[in-house]
């Protein structure tokens, strides 16, 4: 995967540097239009505080993007004591992919099935799963879905999708300013003073780029940001098979994850393009020019398409066969090792209601719930402030005792450790 990391960088590097001329650009016409008397002034003035606003939200994501994100998604983070399946598989990914270390672990409380990883870099990235997912899912298909997200990690598509993210924010924000401007200049009935210093038709065509460029720049940037999604989406399908050497685990992921959609599960536009399936597409099927994912059935095909193999050749082979293009850089399919496909490790049967209760379990526990489990198959979750050093069992009538190392971690089972 070199050629492809290192095509990803400079693909990388040029699109912000585009974008940024886009911001620049931007800023340079509202400057100018601020300043008729002053052009030159106006240019300078209105390009410096475009790239003052992209530096200070790109100082705030570098500083702590992975943190702001996932608590924009509500994500907490579990330790391999409480979901030790999910933490086993992205140790496994880890290994499979080569990264410097383990990712974060992070669990979203949504019954909506889906999954995004975050970092500037390996060492600070992190995956967040839904508990839908983990419901849904067996284990082959969460170690395909683990597979595409620590791909993102490996291509450094999350380093890109923050920076992209950072201008694309920065010019829809100066382009959203202007234009709110404008619109309370006009009810206030405030007039420029542009007669009085250069002529009333300049002023009124330098208004016109203004807003003509107010209005492209944050689609030409969006643009930009989408169609490079895109090819991202598949190469990270390409490494989640290679990894896992098992495509139909992440085919029958997508199949589920995409069924399982709601256009209520993510308001954030900046959240959304990073999920496995864009939320805010619904079905996932839709791929116009601003779509950040290809179509999932698309996905699919390719996946379900590579009957020889699970190497990036193989997926190669079968993204020509549905595109007539290429994809993936002719020194990653050289070096490609075909390894074959292994046989499904998860049982036929997936327990959707049994996995829900773990996936909920492990949200209790990190909110510092305890669970103790009843001989009569009942898990009794203890908050935080019970207060009590004993439970009772409201199905069968066993009495539990509250462990030590619970009641010594809260405030209210001090209380009762102090009474003992």
């Not at 492809?4 to 911001?23: A, D, E, F, G, P």
């Not at 020194?331 to 490609?336: A, I, Y």
């Amino acid at each position: 995967m070199w050629e492809v990391i290192r095509q990803n960088r400079v693909k990388s590097v040029w699109l912000i540097v585009i974008m940024t001329l886009v911001l620049a650009a931007l800023g340079g016409s509202i400057g100018y239009y601020l300043q008729p008397a002053y052009p030159a002034d106006g240019l300078f003035w209105g390009i410096l505080a475009a790239m003052g606003v992209w530096i200070v939200m790109l100082l705030i994501s570098l500083a702590g993007s992975e943190k702001i994100l996932l608590a924009t998604a509500g994500a907490r983070e579990v330790s391999k004591k409480d979901a030790p399946q999910l933490y086993n598989i992205v140790e496994e990914m880890k290994i499979a992919a080569g990264l410097p270390a383990v990712p974060k672990v992070y669990i979203i409380d949504s019954s909506v099935p889906n999954a995004f990883a975050v970092g500037l870099k390996p060492e600070r990235a992190a995956v967040a799963v839904t508990t839908g997912l983990m419901a849904k899912l067996n284990r082959d298909e969460l170690q395909g879905v683990i597979g595409h997200e620590i791909g993102h990690i490996t291509n450094r598509d999350t380093l890109f999708m923050t920076l992209a993210g950072v201008t694309v924010g920065a010019i829809v924000i100066l382009a959203d300013l202007f234009m709110r401007g404008l619109w309370f200049s006009s009810i206030t009935g405030s007039r420029r003073r542009s007669r009085d210093s250069g002529g009333g038709q300049a002023a009124i065509v330098i208004l016109i780029v203004s807003i003509v460029m107010a209005i492209l720049a944050p689609l030409l940037a969006q643009l930009l940001y989408f169609a490079t999604s895109r090819r991202r989406e598949y190469l990270a399908d390409a490494s989640s098979a290679q990894f896992t050497r098992y495509p139909e685990g992440l085919a029958s992921a997508l199949e589920k994850i995409s069924a399982g959609q709601s256009k209520n599960f993510s308001k954030s536009r900046t959240l959304a393009p990073m999920y496995i399936v864009n939320p805010m597409a619904a079905s996932g099927r839709a791929a116009g020019l601003f779509s950040t994912h290809p179509p999932t059935e698309d996905r699919i095909r390719i996946l379900r398409g590579m009957a020889k193999g699970s190497s990036l050749a193989a997926y190669e082979q079968a993204f020509r066969a549905e595109h007539n293009a290429g994809l993936i850089g002719s020194g990653d399919l050289k070096s490609s090792q075909e390894k074959g496909i292994r046989q499904p490790t998860a049982p036929a049967e997936h327990n959707h209601q049994q996995s829900l209760r773990q996936a909920k379990d492990i949200l209790h526990k990190t909110a510092g719930y305890a669970i103790i489990s009843c001989a009569c198959g009942l898990n009794l979750k203890i908050p935080p402030d019970f207060g009590q050093n004993k439970v009772r069992c409201p199905r069968c009538g066993t009495t539990h005792e509250i462990p030590v190392e619970f009641l010594a971690a809260t405030s209210a089972g001090l209380e009762q450790l102090g009474k003992k």
